[in-house]
């Protein structure tokens, strides 16, 4: 079976170090393609550095390049322009992480809604897909979305935690849906159980979100806590377990769903 991981924190300094073991460990689970999130300016840059760094012949690792709400204080004309360059870039494959957090708040949701919304014109400009967050701000999320997805390629609703209704609120304006480690966690995913089945094919896809969100079902547990795409099996086995599809089937749906979304090419 072979995995793709649509999201993964690699330049987080949890992995500084130790990306080859890393990279090899999730080769060896499967894992054979894997996007690096971006999430703000800098660290989209960074994550473009590393994959040119570790896979020189571009073909294992790509990236993000966005602003994530959180730091959404730091989006001004300069952000923009480095993001819009960034853009350009062979690694870049969707315009993100960006969206609204409004379980935090980090950032003023003014401030979020202002960022997420020129990442969504910048989006429309590249004719890029856009890697969504989504924290408890569904009723601002979707009027957004509703007004710019005409003008977007694709756009997925990355690391899926909410209800039954923004599920298919999100689903009737053709997104993706993202699912991680959370719907591993008996203390606040069980209600993705009986959701995960609800997800089209060639709408879902799965995601580490490393080096967070570590699966709770996954035995041995890692001593240091830290999640990586290695343990996206865990995922797999969860999501084929409430879809009642067999783990083989959940992969090739979901890695042929991520490589079309992300204009990934065939591993050799």
Known sequence: MQLIDIGVNLTHSSFDEQHAAFIARAVAAGVVQMVITGTSADVSEQAIELADRLDPEEKQLFATAGVHPHDATAWNSDTRRRINALLRHSRVRAVGECGLDFNRDFSPRAQ??????????????????????????????????????????????????????????????????????????????SHLHPLVGSIPRGRLMLESDAPWLLPRTLRPKPKNGRNEPAYLPEVLKAVAQHRQESETDVAAHTTACARAFFGLPEPT
């Open 112 to 189: 979020q809604e202002k960022a997420f919304e020129e990442q969504l014109a910048l989006a429309a400009e590249h004719q890029l897909p856009v890697f969504l967050h989504e924290r408890e701000a569904v009723a601002r999320m979707l009027p957004i979305l509703a007004e710019w997805r005409d003008r977007l390629t694709h756009a997925v609703v990355h690391c899926f935690t909410a209800d039954r209704e923004a599920l298919f609120a999100y689903l009737d304006l053709d997104l993706h849906i993202g699912i991680t480690g959370w719907i591993c966690d008996e203390r606040r995913g």
